[in-house]
């Protein structure tokens, strides 16, 4: 069984650009959430995706987007970069969106915007 | 609001010492609670979530509606306990989103 891998692990942009974050689902998993993780806080919920469709969305302003491919793999995109945006971005697939549903995490991707 | 409170940012304890990671929640539905745990070097993973009243690696948290809290605790520490500890909150809208605290570095000290 595979973990959830994301790609880059490391990634530096500038101000103003625009980037695009990569996660693979655990095998069997058709649920992909989004997390920001800032320096010394917790993970910030930023959107779900299940079977390719947004499915509940955190408070984060629209240049943050994302995609959820047939194979369940996801990509997180954000336009327009500043310099908040620089965080730990950790994606978490789960087997479904249900209670019982527990989210396995991946090793995460740090953005620096400068 | 929804929000989960850790009021320690780092704990530290001798091995052998009982611990306490508190965790207080604001929810107005009926909450699902669990503890995340990061090892150095190593990614987020659950250790032990309110619904299924395990213990794991001696760790065990109750979940008090009264007080909302949702404290973890070891009656003995161990050196490999050292980590980050997140406790956080499941919502039922927005996709079963997960809240967390801003999380508790628990030190073991030989």
């Known amino acids: 069984e595979t973990g959830v891998t994301q790609s880059p692990t490391h990634l530096i942009k500038t101000r103003g650009q625009q980037v695009t974050l990569r996660c693979s689902s655990q095998s069997g998993h058709n649920t992909v959430s989004w997390y920001q993780q800032a320096l010394g806080q917790g993970p910030q919920f930023i959107f779900q995706y299940y079977r390719e469709e947004e499915n509940g969305r955190g408070n984060f302003p629209p240049r943050f987007s994302g995609l959820q491919f047939p194979n369940y793999s996801s990509e997180l995109n954000v336009n327009a970069l500043e310099l908040d945006d620089s965080a730990l971005y950790l994606c978490?697939?789960?087997?479904?969106?249900?209670?019982?549903?527990?989210?396995?995490f991946g090793p995460g991707t740090r953005l620096t915007v400068t | 609001a929804q929000r989960v409170t850790q009021p320690e940012k780092l704990l530290s304890v001798f091995k052998g010492a009982p611990v306490e990671l508190k965790c207080n929640y604001s929810y107005s539905g009926s909450p699902e609670l669990f503890w995340y745990v990061q090892y150095s070097r190593q990614r987020l993973q659950l250790l032990l979530r309110?619904?299924s009243r395990e213990s794991i690696k001696g760790f065990t948290a109750d979940l008090n509606k009264g007080e909302t809290s949702f404290h973890l605790k070891k009656p003995f520490a161990q050196e490999e306990d050292s980590a980050m500890y997140y406790c956080a909150l499941r919502v039922y809208n927005q996709g079963g989103k997960l809240i967390f605290g801003q999380g508790t570095e628990l030190s073991v000290k030989p």
């Open positions: 978490a697939s789960s087997g479904g969106v249900g209670t019982q549903a527990e989210q396995y």
């Open positions: 309110h619904i």
